[in-house]
């Protein structure tokens, strides 16, 4: 008999220059950068043909036996072996189409064939051997087996006295929308098993044996579990990334993986590290984990490679590698053309996310100064404010991206996990204020004001889109998330175009104002009244530096955002200084000199002791009650109280946060913070978890990567029981919580009223 033992059956579900003069030179120079974008986004092509979907070319008449079943065929042919006594039975299932019959371990659901032998002697059946497995969706499960036409080899020995015909019984299941169990006995009389096989069959024998997995050299694998993960990593030298297009791990046993999770992988330097859910149901191996490594090459070829893993790995390189992308996800990962439209989406959607609000401001005096100004002027604003918006998304982008290739776990709004970078966004915020004042102009070709000349409108616009990729970064947009977590596990090409997409998205409605002179004449006509307007936007610029001076005080401590505060008065010191008193230089220029200072003693290393008194400072774990009286179970994230939770039967709620992200604190504030929903899940005893991603926290990288997700913000719920997750939206409402807990309390009526 082979196999792990019974399983229950479980029946699943059914599945510029001359600007004015050349207007076509604008628009040939965006359809060229368009076109350049398509390019580089075509994914390279692969003739992947499904092994199931092979028919070995093997005449049937030369089957030693045949079984006939409502749903399957199986057909068994014969190999002498080399060694006397000694055979390979072929054991060839053809299951009808829409069915399938299952793997060693079959997954979510099912049952392996078994072989047995039958009263007589002349036959001892050894281990069946599988060929290499598939996955098989139904439904919510996720199971492993063989749609099309699978060949399990059995060696067998023949008594050398054997005179009689050897028996073998065959049991197995087989399922479509229903599962059928079926079973056949055949009649093998030794002497057939001592023949020479034909060349057709001995064929057919090479093709079947190609199918099976290889064996792996033993030392050069290592798993390990942490509380709901499984990891493995596999020495693999000269392996390189652009030779395989997907790696799946099938567990032999139980007790291993979730497996209708996703699989994550990561292959540098000739290691293949792969990671997924835990099985938290199940109890776990000890000693060792085996199971099939599947490689899949660019050509759809499949490759399998049987393993033992000894529990010998050190889990914190495998979380790191698998934090930074690379790779591919399984299952769940969007493809490149699905990644690219919810990115272009996500990108116009971006315009109404409160980061964006400031540059609106700018936007909006374009927007008024267009009104009154020619075609091609009004052509150039739109295509340079878009060039600017790509450029920087590229660049964010290309940063990302390196940072990642080298091991760094960052994700989107990366940028504002650094302090300095956070205290020179609240610099520039506070001085685009400032000159929105007109209290400082900056130098000529450069202004984000509404250009005098056509020279600087140019660069006022590209400047302008810059700056919106870049404050646009601590939002999170409906089908940003899904869009970004897939490009960060692309090719560098395609990861780019992804981007491009959002930064295209972002850019759009301007672009297409810009572009119709329909739409541009419902504007008002520029005036002086535009200058007084002009002064009112200073005030979102200025808000948005107090909201940056809070973040940096989040990031690096209160010292931190008190001299970031020095530093402002100082530069507003330089502005008044230059404009009111004699030797004007001299002060601006010592105005600058102090500000300077006190803008290093906030953000550089060496004296900033309060960013790493932030950083080492732990959280506390506690309940939190809020003025409404209601007191949650709200503790710091970590995967190993999650797991308890879990266990424990509770219904789990997680966020995903940064004092950096704006979208963020609004779903905080709106929903989090809701009374209602608050008393709610105290009443269900949910256990709620804040992953706070303020700092860099390669832990919380990896757990955002395993749910297919490179930024904040990120909300799951975990039902009573269940190991895996439901992901809310991302705009949260107190509705989508309270949705799924009154679907908790309705099977507590019902069993109470049985």
Known sequence: MTGDGQRKV??????????RSRPSALRGALFLFLTLLCALAVPPSASAVAESARITAVPEAEALARIDQPHTTVLVFAEKSERPGEATLALLFRPQPGWHVYWRNPGDSGLPPKVSRGDSAPLQPGELRFPIPERIPVGPLMNYGYEGEAAFLLPVTVSPAAKGDATLRLDWLVCADVCVPESGTVSLPPAALRKNASPAVARAF??????????????RAEAAFTADRFLLAVEMPGLAAGDITDAYF??????????????RWRLRGGRLMMGSARDLANPSPAGSVSGVLVLTRPDGEREGFELDAPLALDPAPVL????????????????????????????????????????LSMKAMALLRSAGAGEAAARRDGIFYTLGVLAGFLSLAAILLLLKAGGEAVGWGFQLQEPWVVAGLAILMFLVGLHFMGWWRLPAGWSITPAETEGE????????G?????VATPCTAPFMATALGAAVVMPAPQALAVFAGLGLGLALPYLLVSLLPAVRRMLPRPGA????????????MWLTAVWLVWVLARLAGETAAAWLLAALVMIGFAVWAGRQLVQRRLWAGLGLAAAAGFLWLAVAPAPASAIRAADDRAPAVASHARTDGTVLDERPWSSEAVAEAIAAGRPVFVYFTADWCITCKVNETVTLDDAALRQALAAHHVAVFKADWTHRDPEIAAELARHGRDGVPLYLF???????PEILPQILTPSDLLARLAELSAPAAGRAAE
């Open 10 to 19: 479980v029946s699943a579900p059914a599945k510029t220059a001359g600007v």
């Open 529 to 540: 009244w535009m200058e007084r307007l002009q002064q009112v936007l200073a005030f979102p």
């Open 466 to 470: 810059l700056l919106a990729a870049v």
């Open 457 to 464: 409108g140019a660069a006022h616009s590209l400047l302008t």
């Open 250 to 263: 099938y567990p032999s046993k139980e007790g291993v993986l979730a497996y209708a999770a996703p699989q």
């Open 718 to 724: 975990y039902r009573p029981g269940r190991a895996q």
């Open 206 to 219: 090479r093709t079947w044996r190609s199918r099976l997995p290889h064996p792996f050299p033993a030392g």
């Open 320 to 359: 790191a590698a698998l934090a930074t992308g690379g790779g591919r996800e399984g299952p769940a990962s969007a493809g490149f053309l699905p990644a690219l439209v919810l990115a272009v989406l996500g990108g116009l959607l971006l315009n109404l996310m409160p980061c964006v609000f400031p540059v």
